[in-house]
Nanobody
Framework: QVQLVESGGGLVQAGGSLRLSCAAS????????MDWYRQAPGKERELVAA???????NYADSVKGRFTISRDNVKNTVYLQMNSLKPEDTAVYYC??????????????WGQGTQVTVSS
């Protein structure tokens, strides 16, 4: 049973920072890539950042230069460092694990999500 547990969300003022964590119950090498998605109220879930098993990264244009995805293969944890946060970053952030390397391939396992709220 694969479990992904996110943590680190919260309320922050615009311009502030948060670091999200996603702890996996299995080796993250089991997956071709790990993703961070977000879903704001009334909007579709969107891919924010992705990191492959060999460390290649991809970012949505809206977060490039502000967010950094990383992974700790010993701790089986993926991180999302979010700097210079904006009110439009407010959303529930989800961690995902997928077996296909293709960017935006279907996620096989989801975490429960963590709320990020950025006040203006």
């Amino acid at each position: 049973q694969v479990q992904l547990v996110e943590s680190g969300g919260g309320l922050v003022q615009a311009g502030g920072s948060l670091r999200l964590s996603c702890a996996a119950s299995v080796s993250i090498f089991s997956f071709a890539a790990m993703d961070w998605y977000r879903q704001a109220p009334g909007k579709e879930r969107e891919l924010v950042a992705a990191i492959t098993s060999v460390g290649s990264t991809n970012y949505a244009d809206s977060v490039k230069g502000r967010f950094t995805i990383s992974r700790d293969n010993v701790k089986n944890t993926v991180y999302l460092q979010m700097n210079s946060l904006k009110p439009e970053d407010t959303a529930v952030y989800y961690c995902g694990a997928r077996r296909l390397r293709t960017l935006q391939a279907p996620v096989d396992y989801w975490g429960q999500g963590t709320q990020v709220t950025v006040s203006s």
